[in-house]
């Protein structure tokens, strides 16, 4: 167990196919999180969410012959999806409904959230199945992977755009990168994307110019439902096949550390789930030699904690800095 | 007015779980084929039954003693989260703080071998030392370099996670055990029973000292008036002269101690040894119970003892009826959501009254 075989298998392409299958769960929830940050509206329920959407794809398209028994085989994963993306949806509602109407403290109901989710699915997965583990004896389906035809043959290309299996990745992955560019644009180069950051940065300034910042914090919150849904829906119905008791095991919590990690910039939070989705990748390749997986799977935590004090360190610096050329202006 | 507000808050917080409970009854219903006597379980299965038959004799203590037991740890969690909520810090640091000290005094209780009562001190203080030094690291974080509490405590929940695995895994585990667990630990360093037949231990007590403690240092000390100044307005705190990032530092510290120790209760008192996957998630059900108590120390006693209750009532009606004990997060949620909605009792008004004048309306119409 040499350093080279640690290096050679790390520099491989089943390597990067290894990450962006683990980065995915983080990127999707991020970007979620990302929109109702951006809104002023931080979401600490991505990970009830993914976990509530994750339950609900299962459930249905698992339950979907019975359920929709006209409907064509092929579509079971699509209604498992669109329910589960309709139940995270809704979740983003009910947060802005309890925080915009009720003024409930948004961190207080998206914890509420979370704890609803683990509850609600532990719960309703019993009634449904009579298990509390795992929904392993309900034959869900899987959403479809996409495979790029031709490239298999190429040695390091077939790998790296297919998968080690060559079957190709998820959709989810692909959705996830798409999402991304989707993103970027509507923050940067739509009047809606602005209203949105205005209404985060400066709420009584976006008023005074009248948007309507409510109607944009519902929006971005719904938005952010969607996200994680697809984050949740990917763990069990891509990644996994199944749903099991507490799957999302805080990647939700960790898509909100992605954030602010990639500074609150959608291709900066899509480098930073991939730095996570690396050292979780790292750390199971590693925990079959010499060093324990666990440190290793301390690295992005502890990365983020630093990108933090160097973000307010920096920040501090130019704060200072302009009340510096201020006084001197005035002075002279 | 001023009484009449005293009296108005405790009547909403029990209009409050009274909703939140009978929601939890409708959803029950809807899953279960025996709704009343899952409900009956829920809500009386913790109290001792007192038997006559053969004389006097008290049965069921070991729920008693459940109730109890769980009410600790809760209670301890609580007031952890009600000083740092009271200065309106969000730490959601409890987890890893609780994990840590589990760690601490399992390292102590296998590492060090010591006569009685100094092994046990050794390991509850070792317990609280971590907590506090693990509190402290965001407490410093964001008083001095604004960094936000809830990712900084949500990343050392993760960091202190494997630290916990990692320890276990490859110095304090059992190899001869059958599960990942340390050896139990050895008498000296356990908790002693309070009373037979439970796992009520010594640190019931040590929680009960721990609220007058934690209530005396939020009503009766100078640091405790910072808090609430601090929590009320900081830009105001700090023009008052309160030394407003020591504070912010102090209080999330402090509150590790009580987390630290709540991890101690579930190493030294309940499991007697380590064991992975300790207790997720129990962290975070210190929220619940601060919130019921509005951060009063004196009422987190009582909301723990209720939340306590509806715990073991919940994993009590798991083993005797058709639904599971996760019916409990589901009305802690909604407690949760309920209590902090300071509009939902005006909304609702006015949503009435709408309803009422579109009615009358109508009839008008009509």
């Known amino acids: ?332 | 007015m001023r009484g009449m507000a005293k009296f108005v808050e405790p009547v909403r917080i029990l209009a409050v779980v009274l909703i939140a409970l009978a929601i939890g009854f409708v959803i029950t219903a809807l899953v279960s084929k025996e709704p009343a006597q899952a409900y009956t379980a829920l809500l009386t299965g913790p109290l001792p039954r007192i038997s006559f038959e053969n004389g006097f004799a008290i049965k069921n203590i070991n729920r008693f003693g459940n109730w109890l037991e769980e009410s600790t740890t809760l209670i301890l969690l609580g007031l952890a989260v009600s000083i740092v909520f009271r200065a309106r810090q969000f730490s959601l640091g409890a987890e890893g703080q609780m994990l840590l000290g589990a760690l601490m005094t399992a390292v102590i209780a296998l590492k060090l071998s010591l006569p009685f009562p100094a092994h046990m001190l050794l390991a509850l203080a070792a317990a609280m030392i971590i907590g506090f030094l693990w509190g402290l690291i965001p407490g410093l974080l964001k008083a001095y370099l604004s960094v936000d509490e809830i990712v900084s405590t949500l990343m050392l929940n993760v960091i202190a996670l494997q630290l916990f695995d990692l320890l276990l895994f490859n110095w304090l585990r059992d190899p001869a055990a059958g599960f990942v667990g340390t050896a139990p630990f050895p008498a000296s360093a356990v908790l002693p029973l309070l009373i037979p037949g439970t796992r009520v231990s010594l640190m019931t007590i040590l929680m009960l000292i721990a609220v007058v403690v934690a209530w005396f240092l939020m009503a009766r000390t100078p640091f405790g008036f910072e808090l609430k100044m601090l929590g009320a307005n900081r830009k105001f705190a700090e023009y008052g002269g309160v030394n407003t990032k020591r504070v912010i530092a102090l209080s999330m510290a402090v509150s590790g101690i009580l987390a630290g120790l709540a991890g101690a209760h579930l190493s030294m008192g309940l499991l007697k040894r380590l064991t992975i996957n300790l207790s997720p998630g129990l962290g975070f059900e210190g929220i619940v119970v601060a919130l019921l108590a509005r951060n009063d120390p004196r009422w987190v006693l009582l909301a723990g003892l209720f939340y306590g209750y509806l715990r073991t009532g919940a994993q009590i009606m798991e083993r005797s009826s058709d639904v599971t004990r996760e019916v409990v997060l589901i009305i802690q949620a909604i407690i949760i959501l309920l209590i902090t909605a300071e509009r939902l009792f005006p909304f609702v008004q006015q949503w009435v009254q709408l309803r009422r004048s579109r009615g009358e309306a109508v009839v008008e119409a009509g």
Not at chain 1, 20 to 49: F, Q, W
Not at chain 1, 73 to 87: E, I, R
Not at chain 1, 288 to 312: D, G, K
Not at chain 1, 319 to 324: E, F, K, P, T, V
């Open chain 1, 1 to 332: 167990m040499s350093l080279e075989v640690v290096l050679q298998s790390i520099f491989s392409a089943a390597f990067i196919a290894t990450v962006i299958r683990v980065a995915t769960p983080l990127i999707l929830p991020a970007m979620g999180g990302l929109l109702s940050d951006l809104g002023g509206v931080i979401n600490i329920a991505l990970e009830g969410i993914m976990l509530a959407a994750a339950f609900t794809g299962v459930i249905v398209s698992g339950f979907a012959p019975q359920w929709f028994p006209g409907a064509p085989a092929w579509s079971y994963p699509w209604l498992g999806a669109l329910a589960g993306v309709l139940v995270g949806m809704a979740m983003g509602w009910l947060i802005a409904f309890f925080h915009l109407e009720l003024k409930t403290d948004i961190i207080l109901t998206g914890l509420a959230m979370n704890i609803l989710a683990s509850g609600a699915t532990v719960f309703l997965m019993f009634s449904f199945t009579g298990d509390k583990g795992s929904t392993s004896t309900l034959a869900s389906a899987r959403l479809p992977s996409l495979q790029i035809p031709f490239v298999n043959n190429v040695p390091v290309l077939g790998t790296l755009l297919n998968g080690e299996n060559g079957t190709g990745y998820n959709i989810m992955s692909y959705l996830a990168f798409v999402l991304v560019v989707v993103i970027w644009i509507f923050l940067y180069r739509t009047p809606a994307g602005v209203h949105l950051r205005a209404t985060g940065e400066m709420p009584d300034a976006a008023q005074s110019v009248g948007i309507d910042i409510r109607r944009v914090r519902y929006q971005a919150l719904v938005a952010s439902g969607f996200c994680a849904a697809l984050g949740g829906l990917y763990l069990s119905m891509g990644y996994l096949s199944i749903f099991q008791a507490n799957m999302t095991a805080g990647r939700g919590f960790i898509a909100l550390a992605v954030i602010f990690l990639g500074n609150r910039h959608p291709i900066g939070a899509l480098i930073a789930a991939l730095i996570f989705g690396t050292a979780s990748a790292l750390g199971t390749r590693l925990g079959t030699m010499a060093i324990p997986p666990q440190i290793v799977e301390m690295i992005p935590p502890a990365v983020t904690i630093a990108a933090l004090i160097i973000y307010n360190i920096r920040r501090r610096a130019r704060i200072n800095a302009a009340a510096r050329r201020f006084q001197e202006q005035a002075t002279s």
